[in-house]
């Protein structure tokens, strides 16, 4: 198994990037495109997801998970539980017709509603000092 998960910096040119710093931060829809971005913090800090308005699909990233290795859709790394649920709350004010993981297969919306409890004071395992 891979030991180091770390990655180098992206360095892209200043003229060439586009920044979204928060959810009044809506690029897409000031193109004109039928995409939201959802700021999702839980997985990480800085997860986002993208909701296409005009068919209700969701693109969830790693807010969300449906694969053999997930129970009840949370995903395997979760930084902050309580960030986590507070971006399924996010995700389910949307009542999005099916979503799209960023790991695993589609799935409907009332599975969120159906798991969202377990993430009530969930318990997260520390990471080891040092790391």
């Given at each position: 198994m891979k030991k180091d998960f770390?990655?180098?910096?992206v360095k892209i040119p200043a003229d060439r990037a586009t920044v979204v710093s928060?959810?009044?931060?809506?690029i897409f829809e000031a193109l004109g495109l039928p995409v939201k971005i959802l700021f999702l913090p839980g997985h990480t800090e800085?997860?986002?997801g993208?909701?296409?308005?005009?068919?209700?699909?969701?693109?969830?990233g790693d807010a969300a998970m449906n694969a053999v290795i997930s129970v009840a859709r949370h995903t395997i790394w979760i930084e902050d539980a309580e960030k986590f649920g507070?971006?399924?709350?996010?995700m389910l004010s949307y009542n999005p017709?099916?979503?799209?993981?960023?790991?695993g297969n589609p799935f409907?919306?009332?599975d969120l509603v159906r798991y969202r409890h377990y993430l009530d004071g969930k318990?997260?395992?520390?990471?080891?000092p040092g790391k």
């Amino acid at each position: 198994m891979k030991k180091d998960f770390s990655f180098p910096p992206v360095k892209i040119p200043a003229d060439r990037a586009t920044v979204v710093s928060s959810q009044a931060d809506q690029i897409f829809e000031a193109l004109g495109l039928p995409v939201k971005i959802l700021f999702l913090p839980g997985h990480t800090e800085d997860s986002i997801g993208l909701f296409l308005s005009d068919s209700g699909i969701l693109l969830c990233g790693d807010a969300a998970m449906n694969a053999v290795i997930s129970v009840a859709r949370h995903t395997i790394w979760i930084e902050d539980a309580e960030k986590f649920g507070r971006s399924w709350d996010t995700m389910l004010s949307y009542n999005p017709s099916v979503i799209y993981p960023g790991h695993g297969n589609p799935f409907k919306t009332k599975d969120l509603v159906r798991y969202r409890h377990y993430l009530d004071g969930k318990k997260l395992i520390p990471p080891k000092p040092g790391k």
